[in-house]
């Protein structure tokens, strides 16, 4: 079936210091959506990438999406201890059914 | 307030026994879903429904029923039948047109 692999699976960091996230798809995304999900919390919509090749960026966070509309990743500039959490990208294939496939998150630590 | 709502956040469970859910939103949202989430397997769709009396199979139905007689509303059902029913479980809706989702805060169920 539909897979969304996302790694590393798990990520510590010293604050300051740089992280990514990579999300591979077996098959081609109409979309890629990042959400994050704080401990104890619910996912939070982060951001949505539509076209081939695109790059976006919220202050320290950038985002792409692959030319062949595959694969993204999400890069976390001097990371901050308020960026702790687990990372999820999900994919949607169709956007007749809007349903999202989700990768397995990647949870992020950082040390102050 | 516009938003999702579950309620408890936290229940409790005897083996054997059904359990229902409840998921509420006033965003005038169409689609709403549930999700199943287990620590290191991100979130798994249990039932998805595009619109009212209507509603899908996710990929982990086996266990689990819903309703959608009203928008706002889309309980889920834990049954004796689900195997290991102890998780997190997650709410979300979505506007018809758009695919981002946005999640309620969850309930934790524990089945002793």
């Known amino acids: 079936g539909q897979q969304v692999m996302q790694i590393p699976q798990y990520q510590h960091v010293q604050e300051g210091e740089d992280f990514t996230t990579y999300c591979n798809s077996s098959t081609t995304l109409s979309n890629i959506q990042w959400y994050k999900q704080r401990p104890g919390g619910h996912p939070v919509f982060l951001i949505q990438?539509?076209?081939?090749?695109e790059v976006k960026k919220q202050k320290r966070l950038t985002f792409q999406f692959g030319e062949a509309k595959k694969n993204s990743s999400l890069h976390i500039t001097a990371t901050q201890t308020t960026d702790v959490g687990t990372y999820f990208c999900a994919g949607l294939t169709s956007s007749n059914t809007g349903k999202l496939i989700f990768g397995q998150g990647t949870t992020l630590q950082v040390k102050p | 307030d516009g938003g999702i709502t579950q309620s408890p956040k936290y229940l409790f469970r005897k083996e054997g026994q059904n359990v229902t859910l409840s998921c509420e939103q006033n965003l005038n949202h169409d689609a709403m879903y549930w999700y199943r989430q287990d620590p290191g397997q991100g979130l798994r769709l249990i039932y998805y429904s595009q619109i009212v009396n209507d509603f899908q199979k996710g990929d982990i139905a086996e266990g689990y029923s819903v309703s959608r007689e009203k928008k706002e509303s889309f309980p889920l059902t834990v049954t004796s039948a689900q195997k290991n029913p102890t998780a997190f479980y997650l709410c979300?809706?979505?506007?018809?047109?758009?695919?981002?989702?946005?999640f309620g805060p969850g309930t934790r169920l524990t089945v002793l």
């Open positions: 990438l539509v076209k081939s090749g």
């Open positions: 979300a809706s979505s506007n018809g047109g758009r695919v981002t989702q946005y």
